[in-house]
């Protein structure tokens, strides 16, 4: 039987593309680097992730003052131990996703693995690209309401916090790796939990932003899924991928 053409693998594009790709997920490209950003594997508009997540709730809002209140009350009663994990935290990649919950991967080992779920996540970025020039959402550290969130110590986030990346990807990775690993489900959704908790831990987003994120995540992972190249790509790599996980 015929496979489907797959579409450019952007890391045999080198390092430009490379480059995209991390100043995507930090919603951080210039204006002519976003025109030439195209889907790896999505037809545009093949996901409306405008109307699946909505906007956030407006400034001074009965419903953002409760939001900030509970950022506020989080990173004031933060732990050390629980600073030190949402730190580490801020690394958004699938080997940190998998630390978080005991969840050995051998990905240095596991070439093809390592490239796809890389993939996957650029698709994501870019999506998110077109939702968040909508909002213009201030953090939760940015923003003075008689005292001032206090961020986690390090790079600070730039940008609209609304719908939050690290939430999407946590949930884009959740989903990928159920397909693959349906007996990993549980830690794999507490580990979506508290990926996002690291982000109101550390002062960078909101309840909101977080659900926001979680509805895309989980909806590109479904497209992408669905979509007949990259799905015989992912089914190419099941076997690799549970390996990879430490599992037969």
Same mark, same amino acid.
């Given at each position: 039987?015929?496979?489907?053409?797959?579409?450019?693998?952007?890391? %045999?594009?080198? #390092?430009?593309?490379?480059?995209? +790709?991390?100043?995507?997920? !930090?919603?951080?490209?210039?204006? +002519?680097?976003?025109?030439?950003?195209? *889907?790896?594997?999505? @037809?545009?508009?093949?996901?409306?992730?405008?109307? *699946?997540?909505?906007?956030?709730?407006?400034?001074?809002?009965? @419903?953002?003052?409760?939001?900030?209140?509970?950022?506020?009350?989080?990173?004031?009663? %933060?732990?050390?131990?629980?600073?030190?994990?949402?730190?580490?935290?801020? $690394?958004? /990649?699938?080997?940190?996703?998998? @630390?978080?919950?005991?969840?050995?991967?051998?990905?240095?080992?596991?070439?093809?693995?390592?490239? *796809?779920?890389?993939?996957?996540?650029?698709?994501?970025?870019?999506?998110?690209?077109?939702?968040?020039?909508? /909002?213009?959402?201030?953090?939760?550290? /940015? !923003?003075?309401?008689?005292?001032?969130?206090?961020? =986690?110590?390090?790079?600070?986030? @730039?940008?609209?916090?609304?719908?939050?990346?690290?939430?999407?990807?946590?949930?884009? $990775? #959740?989903?990928?790796?159920?397909?693959?690993?349906?007996?990993? +489900?549980?830690?794999?959704?507490?580990?979506? +939990?508290? $990926?996002?908790?690291?982000?109101? !831990? =550390?002062?960078?987003?909101? %309840?909101?932003?977080?659900?926001?994120?979680?509805?895309?995540?989980?909806?590109?992972?479904? #497209?992408?899924?669905?979509?007949?190249?990259?799905?015989?790509?992912?089914?190419? /790599?099941?076997?690799?991928?549970?390996?990879?996980?430490?599992?037969?």
């Amino acid at each position: 039987m015929n496979r489907p053409v797959s579409r450019p693998n952007p890391f %045999r594009l080198g #390092a430009a593309a490379l480059g995209l +790709a991390a100043a995507l997920m !930090v919603g951080s490209v210039p204006a +002519a680097a976003q025109q030439r950003a195209n *889907l790896l594997w999505l @037809e545009p508009g093949k996901v409306d992730i405008a109307s *699946l997540i909505g906007l956030p709730p407006a400034m001074n809002s009965p @419903e953002q003052k409760r939001e900030f209140d509970e950022v506020l009350q989080i990173t004031l009663n %933060r732990t050390p131990e629980r600073e030190k994990a949402a730190i580490a935290d801020q $690394y958004q /990649t699938l080997a940190r996703f998998l @630390e978080g919950a005991d969840i050995p991967f051998a990905g240095n080992e596991h070439r093809e693995v390592r490239l *796809l779920y890389r993939e996957a996540q650029i698709e994501l970025g870019i999506v998110l690209l077109g939702v968040r020039r909508l /909002t213009s959402r201030q953090r939760p550290f /940015t !923003v003075w309401n008689k005292v001032r969130v206090k961020p =986690c110590p390090g790079g600070r986030p @730039e940008g609209t916090s609304f719908p939050a990346g690290h939430a999407a990807t946590a949930a884009l $990775y #959740a989903e990928l790796l159920k397909e693959a690993a349906p007996e990993l +489900a549980a830690k794999l959704e507490q580990r979506v +939990a508290d $990926y996002g908790e690291s982000r109101l !831990v =550390c002062g960078f987003h909101y %309840r909101s932003d977080l659900v926001a994120g979680d509805k895309a995540g989980r909806a590109i992972a479904r #497209a992408l899924l669905a979509e007949r190249a990259f799905r015989a790509r992912f089914d190419d /790599t099941r076997a690799e991928t549970r390996l990879a996980l430490g599992l037969k």
